[in-house]
């Protein structure tokens, strides 16, 4: 059974009964939409980053991953719609999957961004150790500094921090955490400074 690569409704003749269109005619207008949708997504991902920069959240490493994979999803499927829509091939499953997945990175942008923007309980304080520090080079620009947890259960919190301030810290330094609950309960750091 064939099905029309824009609406997904079944074909019985050459031409789609239900949005009009000739297979060739469908399968131009799946393209632009893919493309377009793609970049929707993926703008989205570089919203993410300003949020994550202005109300990093504690768990940001585990959020990045979480997006990372989203993104390969998103990517890969549409690069799969395609080339199975160059075979007038089925896409309807492939197309619940990618589609589905397109608000992930504004969604998670802008929860970040109320959840660190309208946040107006106090700090809670956590005074802990340095253990180490890191940072990544390239696009991201990552640094995070390693202190001893003060949940239970979490060994080592890896601490957000913009780059140019992880030269402040040493291993060893006792250091204060600010975190915020979050209004919508992502915890985030608001300040990192040394005891
Ligand atoms: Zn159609």
Redesign the pocket.
């Known amino acids: 059974m064939r099905r029309?690569l824009?609406?997904g409704?079944e074909l019985t003749s050459e031409t789609?009964e239900?949005?009009g269109?000739t297979p060739a005619e469908?399968e131009a207008v799946l393209r632009r939409r893919l493309l377009n949708r793609t970049a929707i997504y993926l703008l989205g991902t570089v919203a993410f980053l300003p949020a994550a920069h202005f109300y990093p959240p504690l768990e940001l490493d585990a959020m990045f991953i979480f997006l990372g994979v989203a993104s390969f999803v998103v990517v890969g499927s549409a690069v799969w719609i395609d080339f199975r829509a160059r075979r007038q091939a089925s896409v309807e499953a492939l197309k619940r999957v990618c589609y589905g997945l397109l608000p992930v990175s504004w969604l998670l942008a802008s929860l970040l961004f109320v959840n660190g923007r309208f946040d107006s309980a106090p700090p809670v304080v956590h005074t802990t150790v340095v253990v180490g520090k890191f940072s990544m080079p390239g696009m991201l620009r990552t640094s995070r500094l390693v202190v001893h947890s003060w949940r239970p259960g979490v060994r080592f919190e890896r601490v957000p921090l913009s780059p140019g301030e992880l030269d402040r810290f040493q291993k060893g330094d006792a250091v204060e955490i600010r975190v915020q609950d979050g209004l919508i309960g992502i915890p985030w750091v608001s300040a990192v400074q040394r005891k």
């Open positions: 029309c824009d609406c409704a789609c239900n949005c269109l469908a």
